[in-house]
């Protein structure tokens, strides 16, 4: 079994690809408003909203447990909705040595596909892959889409 790896998941919602993803791109303080069971709050540790090396610390709820990630902005690119992070420090650097988040939202005829990728590096075989997060990663957009769509 490798300790490296990738996980993407994609899902379908009805918000428009330009407004999802101005949410993580420049908005993401207003994630913790949209759902405030999974994300308790997102702040500038470092930098600016909407800017690649920005450092973003980020507190939330995973599977019942409260914890905190500290994520550097390494991309944003507006021509294809997508925003990249990757994990500085926080309670996931428990289980994994590196870990980058992507996600890109693609126009479709209505709203969009949303494609959350996770690569990573398991500190030991024992880690389990991240299933549970690019999960949790689903959860949050659809928690978004519905605030997009009904605003």
């Not at 949209?34 to 920005?54: A, F, L, R, Y």
């Not at 500085?88 to 890109?104: C, I, P, R, S």
Request: charged fraction near 25%; aromatic fraction near 8%.
């Amino acid at each position: 079994m490798a300790l490296s790896g990738s996980v993407d998941v994609e899902t379908e919602i009805k918000a428009p690809a330009g407004k999802f993803f101005e949410i993580f791109s420049s908005k993401p303080h207003h994630i913790a408003n949209i759902c405030p069971g999974k994300i308790q709050q997102v702040k500038v540790h470092e930098g600016d909203w909407n800017t690649v090396g920005s450092v973003l610390n980020w507190n939330y709820v995973l599977d019942g447990k409260a914890q905190t990630a500290k994520v550097r902005v390494v991309a944003i690119d507006d021509r294809n909705n997508s925003v990249t992070f990757n994990l500085l420090q926080g309670d996931l650097m428990e289980h994994y040595k590196a870990l980058k988040a992507t996600v890109q939202a693609t126009p479709m005829d209505v709203g969009c596909m949303v494609k959350w990728s996770l690569e990573y590096e398991k500190k030991n075989r024992d880690v389990t892959t991240p299933n549970h997060l690019v999960d949790f990663a689903v959860s949050v957009s659809k928690d978004i889409d519905g605030h997009l769509v009904s605003a």
